[in-house]
């Protein structure tokens, strides 16, 4: 079975999702990991407003851009999609 991937940026708030893949440079795939987001990690949206998502990740928040959060693919049907 082939897993549909989607961005972080349509998993609606109070969800929680696993990252499956970063599809980033590596500037922001360096500042993500730092952040505790790479692959296999469980991210929760907190908020959705606007032009950034607020998120959780191993009891931190962090804001992030609606741009970022499109590089952030997670797993169909592990979370909540908007």
Known sequence: ???QLFP???VAP???ATVRD???GCGLHHRLAAMGIHTGSRVTVLCADR???IVSVAGSRYALS???AMKILVGEGEA???
């Open 1 to 3: 079975m082939i897993m």
């Open 8 to 10: 972080l940026s349509f």
């Open 14 to 16: 109070g969800s929680e």
């Open 22 to 24: 970063v599809r980033a």
């Open 51 to 53: 032009g950034s998502l």
């Open 66 to 68: 609606k741009g970022m």
């Open 80 to 82: 909540g999609v908007a």
